[in-house]
């Protein structure tokens, strides 16, 4: 267990040797392959799961036994939407202290977007974010960019960087505004068999935005950031995606709109799947003031009605994965007038808790369907190899206690930065433990 007052680079995680025998007892096992809600006994060995059964393999003696009575046992989490601003602005984030919230939070894999400084616009910028993750307590993933230093004006050398080990290309932080070049890069992932995750926003109508365009930001004299900005964007990536049959990911969905587009285009069989983020199923503009930075996000928060959508669209399927978009800042960007502050939340640390608390414990969403979302979809997404709690599959598994109460004060997080949207408030569902390739690579204690 790693101690939170010590510094996380003096903890390495080494691949090189297996961790010892683990068992985990009496958990309810809430996954795939119909093993949902089923109290059951997992052992492992060699970083691998040996069996998921009622009971522990007859001689196998375990050196680690956890007992997850009450708790739900479930394959890693996977979280496709992190910026863990290294290179370039270490102090907000880092590598190791982003992967270390992030095991922290129950991810045992994460994707990190490109608009570090410099750019993960090349090869060599790949290969360094994933030597930098080798000895991290989560895998990570490193999205590409789609165009060279997220100008929109010309493309990065996609093959390249899929080579390297890129899951993916996104302009994220920026959209991709020349239509043309939208189209190429479309076509090039195609050929190289990834998604484009999209980030939707129309610079004309956003430019110079706050919050959300309304008679919140009305109230408030703040210039807005109206809906159709997202939906016009999200409009045409769906019918570029239709043209060219290239896969699209539509990231951090936040409006009605947007979420009728993608479900009329899923309904024609377009490849597009999307996301939304903890904030957009919690607050709404009205939880902004009084002028609340913390609060500051884009897309910003929406109406109530957009929330309303917003959770329609996990229910009826429609928005596939619930991803953190987690953007660390420091107290300079965030401690200031609102106009002045930066766009960006924190969200590795609380997201279970926030999808336990709002959507979970009221019945909108299974455990089953959470773990689709947060586990399953992210990772077929971006073509990963499943986690489906079998024997045979490497030990990357959470364990959650979707009973335990807690107050959010991130000066007791591990992530550097402490701009969360969910500070001070009570929230139902914790995690507990998070297992890497066998090896317990974070552990609450018991307070």
């Not at 949902?36 to 007859?58: N, Y």
Request: aromatic share 4%.
């Amino acid at each position: 267990m790693l101690d939170r007052k010590e510094d996380p680079a003096r903890h390495p995680f080494d691949r090189s040797t297996p961790g010892p025998d683990l068992a985990i007892i009496n958990g309810k096992v809430v996954g795939v392959d119909g093993q949902t809600d089923q109290e059951k006994c997992i052992a492992i060995s060699g970083g691998k799961i040996v069996s998921v059964d009622t009971s522990l393999p007859i001689g196998f003696t375990p050196e680690i036994r956890l007992d997850a009575a009450g708790k739900w046992v479930v394959p890693g989490l996977f979280d496709m939407h992190v910026h863990l601003r290294e290179p370039g602005c270490e102090d907000k984030e880092t590598i190791v202290t982003g992967t270390q919230a992030a095991a922290a939070g129950g991810f045992t894999g994460l994707a990190c977007m490109p608009n570090t400084n410099p750019v993960l616009d090349e090869e060599s910028m790949i290969r360094h974010v994933i030597q930098r993750a080798a000895q991290c307590p989560c895998r990570v993933y490193p999205v590409g960019s789609i165009t060279k230093k997220l100008k929109g004006e010309k493309l990065s050398p996609v093959g390249e960087m899929v080579d390297a080990g890129a899951v993916a290309i996104s302009d994220d932080g920026k959209p991709v505004a020349n239509a043309i070049m939208m189209k190429n890069a479309l076509n090039y992932s195609r050929s190289f068999g990834i998604p484009v995750l999209c980030h939707s926003e129309t610079p004309e109508l956003s430019a110079g935005g706050q919050m959300n365009e309304g008679e919140v930001s009305t109230r408030m004299g703040m210039r807005g950031i109206p809906a159709v900005s997202e939906e016009i964007c999200v409009a045409r990536d769906v019918m570029l995606s239709e043209y060219t049959g290239a896969r699209i990911h539509i990231q951090h969905v936040s409006t009605a709109g947007a979420v009728r587009i993608i479900r009329e285009a899923k309904m024609r069989g377009v490849k597009v799947s999307c996301e939304t983020c903890p904030h957009y199923i919690v607050f709404t503009e009205d939880d902004i003031g009084p002028y609340d930075t913390y609060k500051k996000m884009n897309p910003p928060l929406r109406t109530s009605r957009d929330r309303e959508a917003v959770i329609e669209g996990l229910i009826d399927g429609t928005i596939d994965v619930i991803a953190t978009d987690h953007a660390p800042h420091t107290p300079e960007d965030k401690d200031v007038e609102f106009e002045a502050a930066a766009f960006g939340v924190i969200g590795l640390e609380t997201s279970v808790a926030a999808v336990i608390s709002y959507l979970v414990h009221r019945g909108v969403l299974s455990p089953a369907d959470m773990v689709e979302k947060m586990a399953v979809a992210p990772r077929r997404i971006l073509n990963l190899p499943d986690r489906s709690m079998s024997a045979g599959e490497p030990a990357d598994i959470t364990i959650i206690d979707p009973e335990k109460t807690w107050r959010v004060d991130p000066a007791l997080f591990y992530s550097k930065s402490r701009n969360s949207p969910f500070w001070g408030m009570e929230l139902t569902g914790c995690v507990c433990t998070t297992i890497l390739e066998g090896k317990v690579v974070f552990e609450r204690g018991s307070g």
